[in-house]
């Protein structure tokens, strides 16, 4: 993990123009321009770490994390070759069919996807796929509420990462499921706004396979402070397109084998 210092780290400017974005509502510019130039992954997880630690210190529990730009088309937009991660913590958990306030995010989008919940902890490493699959003690359909700080949507890598990679919230399903004789890279998912069809796509849209994601990221947390634990939720990235979010929106998603989540914004 980095070391920082809050009163004259660049990176904690950074972070305080996220952190002002989400209090206030009101999208921020870009952070890349504030930033050293070099190695944007390790840039961004600088200043996303400063405010996970503020996170931690005001009392906000940790439940796990997000993996983000699974897919390979937007991973070639943004000229990466790897997925990014962020934090999930309680308060940004919802309940399967309940109401989302929709004034908590300033930019939300909706992303359907695969859960795995871990029944071992994931430390050290590297890690096998069979390591990964005897620690998930079961699966659940998710859907993300991305959300960016940032106006427009207007990120780089390195903005993405800063900003907790884009997360907003998440609501998981009700019925877990267990991995055994379950395929979840041919598990297909539709996703409806009210009752129309708007997102398509399978499991094998995550990086070939859903535990391919999940081996990457017990790999790269299994070292660092914050390695994936017994009871942690990881959410391992879109199977489909992503949509926009408008008040009032009542989104459904059906995922083979695992079921069904709801979600309806006010």
Known sequence: MTE????TDVYAEAADRLLEAARSGKPCPPV???LPAGNAEAVGYAVQEVNTRRALEQGRRPVGRKIGLTSQAVRRQLGVDSPD??????????LDGLTVPVGRFLQPRVEAEIALVLGRDLKGGPFTVADV???????????????????????TLVDTVADNASSGAFVLGNTPAGLRGLDLRLAGMTMSRRGQEVSTGAGAACMGHPLNAAVWLADALGRTDFPLSAGDVVLTGALGPVVDVEPGDAFEVHIDGLGSVRTVFS
């Open 4 to 7: 920082w210092s809050e009163a």
């Open 133 to 155: 699959i005897r620690a998930v003690d079961f699966a659940l359909p998710a859907i993300e509420i991305v959300d960016s700080r940032i106006a427009g949507w207007d990120i």
């Open 32 to 34: 890349r321009d504030m």
């Open 85 to 94: 991660y962020g934090m999930l913590f309680a308060d940004m958990a919802y």
